[in-house]
């Protein structure tokens, strides 16, 4: 069972007034209940046997569209402050479809936590594409329609989760759906979900909404050596995953060179790209270490590629990794909020993290509670050095099916077990509450 531990004897120092604590989930990632609702890109692409590592889909997933009472009661025994979640668009085309979120939102508005949705967390209707520009209108339309059952009891919004991961791994490298490998062809799948952000502002707006951001990817680029080689693939690199969605958003425009690789004139879309958000949420995994393409092929995070990226991802030596492999270094958030903060000056509205956490195994996760002390307190030291930052959502409430990774990898604060579909709080579940309530002592 879960127990109130601490890896560090000093307290967690204290976060502002009004300092939003909470925990992230996706709904293709736990609801389940895949016969109540269209088709999305991801039931296709699990369906064709080799992209998903452990060959299975997210039919059942952890079952949250019928347990979602008994995960409100988890979300209200954390303490946390709000709840960020995601609405499925197929869903919601289908018959009905609003009626959970409408009970969902009702049973956590009960439980005094608040609501956070994501409008588009990559699961998308499978008759579309990214690819056509209107994409972009069907999703506005598709947010008034939400915003308008929804909009009386959520005022907290955001529009898209991580378009970079998206478009990279869903259109240019194909490892995720819709798995598509056209890598810089897919540029236009970028401006279409930037137009669709707008659009959805000006959607959310029209429907009385003033508490908007969005959720991007990102994390500080690191050049594998001091060659010039390096150094420009990094660079590159830290375009696409750091500037590529950041700079239509906060400054109007898109860095030099790619504006013009987009599809047609740009210049008006930017300008309904750039509607101002209330806030800007940044999802932290860790820092990518890059490096000159090597050999024909390129290793991009254990996926071998076509050598036509001009970059390749390294190893960051030295650090722990989690079971994904991914290094843990919360130095890296603190150097991400300050170099924001550099770049976009008081173009960068207040900053809130919509995602952070990490995979590993068991319920005595104490490498999970070491990872969200440090980078918690990597957060505070952002803070500490002028950053505007008002919340922090930890990925993810449950263990839950992880893309092309299927179910191997576990993010949860609460175990699932998938044969009997049971939650159990790990540690870190405790850690998480007893650090939430200090906050408030
Ligand atoms: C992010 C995704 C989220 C989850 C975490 C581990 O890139 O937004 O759905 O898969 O990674």
Redesign the pocket.
Known sequence: MATDQRTATDPIPRFPDGFLWGVST?AH?IEGAADQRGPSVWDTFTAEPGHVKDGSTAAVACDHFHRYRDDVALLAGLGVDAYRFSISWPRVDSPGGLDFYDRLVDELCAAGVRPVPTLF??DLPAELDWLDRDTAARFAAYVSAVTERLGDRVTKWITL??PA?HTLLGHALGVHAPGRQLLFDALPVAHHQLLAHGLAVQALRAGGASDIGI?N?HGPTWPASRDSADVEAADFYDVLLNRLFADPLLLGEYPAGLGELMPGDVSADLKVISEPVDWYGV?Y?APTRVGAPEGAEIDFGGVRMPAELPFSVREIEGVPVTDFGWPVIPDGLTELLTGFRERYGEKLPPVVIT?N?C?YEGLDDQERIAYLDGHVRALHRAVEAGVDVRGYFV??LLDNF??AEGYA?R?GLVHVDYETLARTPKASYGWYRAMVASQRA
């Open positions: 996706s990632q967390h990559w989760n991580e991961e959720a990817s999802n995994y995602e956490g995979s990925w993810s992880e893309w990898r993010f």
